[in-house]
Structure formats: structure tokens, C-alpha cells
């Protein structure tokens, strides 16, 4: 599975970015969907993710109430709307797939993700 993350820029602080993750092959009910980020000289961090089976979703404290998971099942796409962005938000952003559903507590553990996208860099700097 070759993910494709894209959306990635430059924005000034309280801007907005809307990234994308194209999930390709027939498989796509049972996984579960992650957005993770990377700072410079940063541990990777779970931001965002969706479990396709059901849409349950879970949010990292610093994204919850700025950042929205969705998914268009017709395209294969998850997205992630990022709003009020801001200094610290600045990182390479990554999608991953888990084949499987995962438990809310297990969403955020990168060892359960089978397939990892480029990454996408943001940049949020005036």
C-alpha cells in the first residue's frame, strides 16, 4: 500500500491547511486511518485518527477543537482540516495505515501502523 499525503505549506499563524491521505486498494473498512506529526528533534506524535468500521475518532489534546478527520469513501481519501494553526503546529506530517481496527487506546501507538505515506511538511511562520 503506497500511501499519498499531500497538502503540505507555508501559512501564517491562525491560518488554515486541509491535508490528504489517497488510501489505494480494495481493503479500506477494516483499517484504521492516522495522521501523525514530526517536529525537528521531536519524537513522531499522533494527531489525529479514524477507524473506517465505524468513524470513531480520537484527537491528540493539541489538535482537538482545531483539527477535523474526515473521509470520503468513494475517493479513498482521509483528510485532515487543520484551522488556527499555529508555530508550534509546524512538522512533517504523516498518514499511516493500520490494517486493522484499532482500539481508541491503541490509535496513537506507531507500532501498530503497517504502512507509513512521505510526509508532508507544514510550515506555520509569518
Known amino acids: 500500500v503506497q500511501l499519498q499525503a499531500s497538502g503540505g505549506g507555508l501559512v501564517q499563524p491562525g491560518g488554515s491547511l486541509r491535508l490528504s491521505c489517497v488510501v489505494p486498494?480494495?481493503?479500506?473498512?477494516?483499517?484504521?486511518i492516522g495522521w501523525f506529526r514530526q517536529a525537528p528533534g521531536k519524537e513522531r506524535e499522533g494527531v489525529s485518527c479514524i477507524r473506517q468500521s465505524d468513524g470513531n475518532t480520537k484527537y491528540a489534546d493539541s489538535a482537538r477543537g482545531r483539527f477535523t478527520i474526515s473521509r470520503d469513501n468513494a475517493k479513498r481519501t482521509v483528510y485532515l482540516q487543520m484551522n488556527r494553526l499555529q508555530p508550534e503546529d509546524t512538522a512533517v506530517y504523516y498518514c499511516?495505515?493500520?490494517?486493522?481496527?484499532?482500539?481508541?487506546?491503541?490509535?496513537?501507538?506507531?507500532?501498530?501502523?503497517?504502512?507509513w505515506g512521505q510526509g508532508t511538511l507544514v510550515t506555520v511562520s509569518s
Open positions: 486498494g480494495s481493503t479500506w473498512h477494516g483499517y484504521t
Open positions: 499511516a495505515v493500520a490494517t486493522r481496527s484499532l482500539i481508541k487506546s491503541s490509535m496513537f501507538a506507531t507500532q501498530y501502523y503497517d504502512y
